[in-house]
């Protein structure tokens, strides 16, 4: 790959061609928020729009997760316009967010409140009208508790049981507001062998998935039959 400098923030940095503008710009300590990016992700999902920001010569923001760098480029990561873009996606997502961060186990940890922080919004915002999902909590799996309204659909969990374990037990069902990760057939996560997989408590960014210690679990499994 073609070393080559650009521009972000008025920080020079040295990269190499076709990198991919989001890691660059994380690689060198410039946050630019983002939801559904894993570095390991062949293509990617481009679904959360957080991580607007201008490129000079663009006449729009670009999401920097699918914008590779080029020789020259000069990146402004604080733009009126990309900021407003994030601020509007980022409210849309809290409104289907139930926001109770002191009762969350993702607390402290969680990117929504990271990026509350960066873009300047509260997380209890009321800019647009709250819908929220009222679905069963899945105690089911030994090591994991998934709470399914807490799911801000970013895809990491999917994308990991599928691309990179190769499982594809779980998935979106539904559509629009009724849109979320379930397994097939509904099982309960602790029947699938995605719910072995502690890791998604780590690739989950909000507290959807977050792990649990094993105390009581077998005799949950065993309740539901497994
Ligand atoms: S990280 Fe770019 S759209 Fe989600």
């Not at 914008?67 to 289907?96: C, D, P, Q, W, Y």
């Not at 779980?170 to 097939?184: D, L, N, S």
């Not at 029947?191 to 210690?213: H, K, M, Q």
Request: charged share 25%; proline share 4%; glycine share 8%.
């Amino acid at each position: 790959m073609k070393p080559i400098q650009i521009s972000i923030d008025g920080k020079k940095i040295e990269c190499f061609e076709d990198e991919t503008l989001l890691w660059v710009a994380l690689d060198h300590g410039i946050y630019i928020p983002n939801l559904c990016m894993a570095r390991e992700m062949a293509e990617p999902y481009g679904a959360c729009r957080l991580c607007y920001v201008e490129v000079e010569g663009n006449d729009w923001p670009v999401t920097a997760c699918t914008t590779k760098v080029k020789e020259g480029m000069v990146v402004h990561t604080k733009g009126e316009t990309s900021l407003r873009i994030a601020r509007t996606a980022f409210e849309l997502i809290l409104s289907n967010h139930p926001v109770d961060c002191a009762h969350c186990m993702k607390s402290g940890s969680c990117e929504l409140q990271k990026i509350a922080k960066h873009l300047g919004v509260k997380l209890k915002t009321k800019r647009f009208k709250k819908f929220l999902r009222d679905l069963p909590i899945d105690e089911t799996s030994p090591v994991l508790i998934y709470d399914p309204n807490k799911c801000v659909q970013c895809g990491k969990c999917v994308w990991y049981c599928q691309k990179q374990i190769g499982i594809s037990e779980i998935g979106f069902a539904y559509r629009g507001f009724q849109r979320w990760v379930t397994t097939f057939d509904n099982k309960p996560v602790g029947l699938s062998e995605c719910g072995e997989r502690i890791e998604l408590a780590e690739i989950c960014p909000v507290g959807s998935f977050v792990a649990r210690n094993k105390r009581d679990s077998e005799s949950r499994i065993n309740e539901i039959g497994g």
